[in-house]
């Protein structure tokens, strides 16, 4: 290469033997220069690799060490979708292949390929394929084994390369399914291969018809929303994983996850509480507690109300290796507005709590479970400088804490809303004035609940906006919303107006018919509308000797 640059050179400059060699030095510097880019490219390529492909053969000293130094987990596994009835594939959704962390939840990776799928899923059917529709499996609708279908994509692969029996080549890249014998120990990576098995009869039922996806031809007639409930199950039952299990040697890091972003560090104050009835709670801080945390510095969501940041604790309230989402409002409009919305939605975690408990011992329902496991915490603000995380600037801040007058006021603070971080995969039971008619347990199980909460309180609260994510126990309940008769519980709460628009919209399903609980209405009067309802008397034979309030249109 340097012989032809040189040559060419010397025919454009020919006069004197000084420019040619300034020439050749020049060419050789191109050379060098590319030669030294090219290399430079070839290192950070085999750097990436190394990330993304470990070598399977290495102690697994050695690679957890190797994994532990890298962002995130440092371990990547390549997963391929299909989206397929129980017997075969559907050929006309090609094969989709995604990179995922191997902290990543399964229940993510399910999510991810299906709302691939339905970019293409609209060209044959109407809407979109809903999550609670398709199940994740290995090929030919083998169940995943054990709980792992609610745990991370790591532990799946970890769990079933260490399994007697288990068919290796669902382990293997495309191009080692061909061998004899594959091996995932020989692959330059880690790679899983998955079926999203659609349920024929939850579709079929939901459209009216069985859609030309799923090789119907009928046409579709019924509205999107509308789920008639499913009579008959599934022909083809899930085959269950029968593969013996041997010791496995899990990779993990000692220290938990790492932030795949950028850090900030923190101090805070965790709240202390104290119960007291029907869900209500004392909140205390305590001054002279201090635990330092570490979030993202970039945000892992942004929604409408709030903004959620990746963390981890350092103290006994939590295990250090939890991964914990930190919740502020998004658009910041005061300290005090900002801290009373998060102490809401705080204190309406507990009153769900309370009242799905009491909900669950009377009509015996099981697979749904609220989510208790929430901190409130204050951010401890030094040198009047909060974190930049807290979306609070030094001068606000300083604005707001010594505006006059603010001695006699409530000492302004800065708080965060701590839950463990959950899959991404949302099941929406209700919205904050609307509902979803759909005759499945759960949805029927949820709309009852709301119901009941009603009920209970005397027509002072309802419970809306209920959504949910899966996990081995079930559904857990978050960001759950009220509305009450003063309209103060918490941003959404629309007060009597909202209270009347869940009676109107409600529409009792057997769950409710089975606790006795009776048809809402609304009925006017004094200027406004109220609840009336009549109770049986077997919900207040499962009251446990308490008399089961009706609903009251009084304010107490």
């Given amino acids: ?22 020439s050749s030095i020049a060419a050789n510097n191109m050379s060098n220069n590319f030669t030294a880019t090219m290399q430079a490219a070839k290192q950070r390529q ?67 390929f299906v709302d ?5 899923w609209c060209n044959s059917a109407p809407g979109s394929l809903q999550y609670d529709e398709v199940n994740i499996r290995w090929p030919f609708n083998v169940k995943l084994s054990g709980d792992t279908e609610h745990g991370t994509v790591g532990c799946v692969y970890d769990t079933h390369v260490a399994m007697n029996g288990f068919p290796l080549k669902n382990l293997v890249s495309l191009a080692d399914q061909s061998k004899k014998s594959p091996s995932p120990r020989q692959c330059n990576g880690q790679y899983m ?6 349920d024929i009869s939850k579709v079929e039922a939901r459209l009216g018809a069985l859609p030309p996806a799923l090789g119907g031809s009928a046409r579709i007639k019924r509205q999107l929303d509308d789920d008639g ?62 635990v330092p945390a570490v979030a993202s510095s970039t945000p892992i969501g942004t929604g409408l109300a709030k ?34 919305a998060l102490e809401s939605e705080f204190r309406n975690i507990y009153r769900g709590k309370y009242f799905l408990d009491l909900f669950q011992r009377i009509c015996q329902e099981s697979g749904v479970d609220y989510s208790s496991d929430a901190y409130l915490a204050e951010e401890i603000v030094e040198n009047n400088t909060p974190s930049t995380l807290s979306g609070v600037t030094a001068e606000q801040y300083v604005d ?46 949820m709309a009852a609940f709301a119901h009941f909460t009603l009920h209970w309180t005397k027509g002072k609260m309802v419970f809306v906006d209920i959504q949910g994510s899966p996990t081995a126990q079930g559904q857990v309940l978050f960001d759950i919303m009220t509305h009450t008769r003063d309209g103060g519980s918490c941003p959404g ?64």
């Fill in 1 to 22: 290469m340097n012989c032809t640059l040189t040559s060419i050179v010397t025919k454009t400059q020919p006069k004197s033997s000084a420019d040619s060699a300034a």
């Fill in 46 to 112: 085999a750097q990436l690799d190394a990330i993304k492909f470990p070598p399977a053969s290495s102690p697994s000293t050695e690679m957890a060490a190797f994994w532990n130094a890298k962002a995130g987990s440092g371990r990547s596994i390549l997963a391929y979708g299909r989206l397929a009835i129980p017997e075969k594939v559907l050929i006309n959704f090609p094969n989709d292949m995604l990179t995922f962390d191997a902290a990543d939840n399964v229940s993510d990776v399910k999510k991810t």
């Fill in 116 to 120: 691939r799928a339905n970019v293409q």
């Fill in 193 to 198: 291969h998955f079926w999203l098995i659609v």
């Fill in 229 to 290: 409930e499913i009579k008959a199950p599934s022909k083809c039952a899930a085959l269950v994983s029968t593969y013996g299990q041997k010791q496995i040697h899990t990779l993990q890091s000692k220290n938990g996850p790492k932030l795949n972003l950028s850090s900030v560090a923190m101090k805070l104050r965790i709240a202390k509480i104290e119960e007291g009835e029907e869900g209500e709670i004392q909140i205390n801080f305590d001054e002279g507690e201090e």
């Fill in 307 to 340: 903004t959620v940041f990746q963390a981890s604790l350092f103290m006994g309230i939590m295990k250090v290796s939890d991964q914990i989402a930190f919740k502020r409002m998004t658009t910041p409009y005061s300290m005090h507005n900002d801290s009373w």
């Fill in 400 to 445: 707001e804490m010594y505006e006059p007058g603010s001695e006699d006021l409530e000492t302004l603070q800065i708080l965060w809303l701590m839950e463990p971080r959950r899959s991404t995969e949302i099941t929406k039971y209700s919205g904050t004035m609307t509902q979803v008619d759909r005759n499945t347990l759960p949805y029927m199980t």
């Fill in 493 to 556: 709460d629309h007060g009597y107006t909202g209270l009347d628009e869940f009676i109107r919209n409600h529409k009792c399903n057997r769950i409710c018919h089975g606790i006795g609980l009776e048809k809402l209405t609304v009925s006017k009067g004094k200027g406004r509308a109220s609840t009336t309802e009549h109770s049986s008397s077997r919900t207040r034979s499962r009251s446990q000797k308490q008399a089961s309030p009706e609903i009251d249109s009084d304010d107490d």
